[in-house]
């Protein structure tokens, strides 16, 4: 373990994301807020602690080994939710506690979007950017952003990445160098959040709200700038553009990068996993319209319109909301938080299971119905004409399992905590996919659970955000030795 090397890109790293902290402060002398000093204090803070940890290494040479970026990459997202909690602490009217304001950040860098906060329509502007900005550099992930800029500093950066990319991801390098893949993501990032931004404006929104949401939509986050949420707008027309960029942000960002590549749209309907997560959306939405329509929950446009909106930021794991969901017939609300748990595609920003997954597990269940009948059959597992390894089929099956046992464990302490079974279910699911709102106690917010409650569901988050063996494999004695 090159812990030299591990504090010089922790150091760097914290650094680069204290400089994110002074787009809040031009956004408060903008509008004119007195909030600039507590953001002021945050950048200090942040960049001096990086300083302190990159000096002493700076003149370092050493490369990281694939074990050092697993500890950089669950070091940093644990360190920057502790120093992204500071202008929380700090910032008036919130002055949240040490416990809430660590819940807003890490459920913001995660791109969870569980919040602690109410009174939204009432905060300073600056807050409301700065929770939205988290959102978005945590769905691109941080240190992959990172990674795009840190040959210029003499780091290699493919541990971290492949440290960080969330699930089964198929092409690993999209680019020959791995600056140009982590470049090339950023990029295609940027464009989307820039079209979803000109395109919420061109709905409806004001720049202001514009811009924050497309933060959050492309992040597949869900934090928003009102209380009611895209509800608030009370326009079919923003939910649909909303709808639209969440089932954008949901799909494999490789598949856009082949898509912006060789202009082309054929790879989105020749990728099996794609086809799934579409054909999921499609079948799940008609599903929930149907239902609230024959319940007479709503009349047919509005059946519509609420169904297909809650059904697809529900599955992708966005964590929107138009209406409080979690009042329809009791069907509706699991059902959706269901279909969290199969998410989004595999490389996407997206929280869940990942479709990737679930369609292996499902073709290598199906091969092992098929070796009942026909034991002496050579059946390969394939997916587009590739055969996927036994060791992916394993590994995917032992992060179900573990999946499975984390989660129920997560669900046993929030009962301890005295939650009652739905609530402690659903928040679960909620941290755990990385999605938001849930059910029961936490169907509007999260601020009224205990603190212990809170720090369960954060580790749940961190799990969630890292694909779980990402943050376990640091506490298997195997990890440490020589």
């Not at 990029?187 to 811009?211: E, H, N, Q, R, V």
């Amino acid at each position: 373990m090159h812990f030299s090397a591990i504090a010089r890109i922790l150091g760097l790293l914290l650094m680069l994301f204290s400089i994110t902290m002074l787009p809040p402060i031009m956004v408060a002398s903008y509008y004119d807020e007195s909030t600039q000093q507590a953001f002021f204090l945050a950048f200090a803070f942040t960049f001096s602690i990086g300083m302190l940890a990159w000096l002493p290494y700076c003149r370092g040479q050493i490369e990281m080994r694939t074990r050092d970026g697993f500890l950089v990459t669950v070091l940093f997202w644990l360190v920057l939710g502790l120093v992204g909690s500071i202008p929380l602490m700090l910032v008036d009217p919130l002055n949240l506690s040490f416990t809430n304001a660590v819940f807003e950040s890490i459920s913001g860098l995660t791109t969870t979007g569980a919040t602690v906060i109410t009174g939204l329509d009432d905060l300073p502007r600056s807050v409301l950017y700065y929770r939205q900005q988290l959102q978005w550099l945590g769905g691109i992930g941080i240190v992959v952003i990172a990674v795009a800029i840190m040959p210029m500093l003499g780091v290699g950066g493919m541990q971290l990445y492949r440290a960080e990319s969330p699930g089964p991801v198929k092409d690993t390098k999209l680019t020959p160098r791995i600056t140009g893949t982590a470049k090339a993501l950023f990029l295609i990032y940027l464009t989307i959040t820039c079209a979803c931004a000109l395109s919420y404006w061109a709905a409806g929104m004001d720049p202001f709200d514009a811009i924050g949401h497309s933060f959050s939509t492309v992040a597949i986050g869900g934090f928003s700038t009102h209380d009611a949420s895209i509800g608030f707008f009370d326009s079919p027309l923003i939910s649909t553009v909303c709808i639209i960029f969440m089932i954008i942000s949901g799909l494999n960002f490789g598949l856009h990068f082949l898509a912006w590549n060789r202009t082309s749209l054929r790879h989105y309907f020749s990728d099996p996993e794609a086809r799934v997560y579409l054909m999921m959306l499609g079948v799940g939405a008609l599903i929930v319209c149907l239902f609230l329509y024959l319940k007479g929950v709503y009349n047919g446009s509005d059946a519509l319109h609420h169904g297909v909106f809650q059904l697809v930021s529900i599955m992708t794991t966005t964590g929107f909301t138009t209406t409080n969901y979690s009042l329809w017939p009791t069907f509706v609300p699991f059902f959706l938080i269901f279909l969290s748990f199969f998410g989004a595609c595999a490389g996407s920003t997206g929280g869940g299971l990942k479709v990737g997954r679930m369609l292996i597990m499902a073709r290598q269940s199906l091969r092992e119905m098929y070796r009942l009948v026909h034991p002496s059959a050579v059946l390969p597992l394939k997916l587009r004409d590739r055969t996927v390894s036994e060791r992916v089929a394993d590994a995917i099956w032992a992060f179900f399992g573990v999946y499975l046992a984390v989660f129920y464990i997560i669900v046993l302490l929030l009962l301890a905590s005295g939650l009652d079974y739905v609530t402690a279910w659903s928040a679960t699911a909620a941290a755990l996919n990385n999605l938001g709102p849930g059910l029961g106690t936490v169907s509007a917010h999260y601020g009224d659970i205990s603190g212990f409650a809170k720090w369960v569901l954060c580790g749940g988050m961190l799990l969630g955000r890292l694909e779980i063996f990402t943050l376990l494999v640091l506490l298997t004695p195997t990890f440490w030795r020589r």
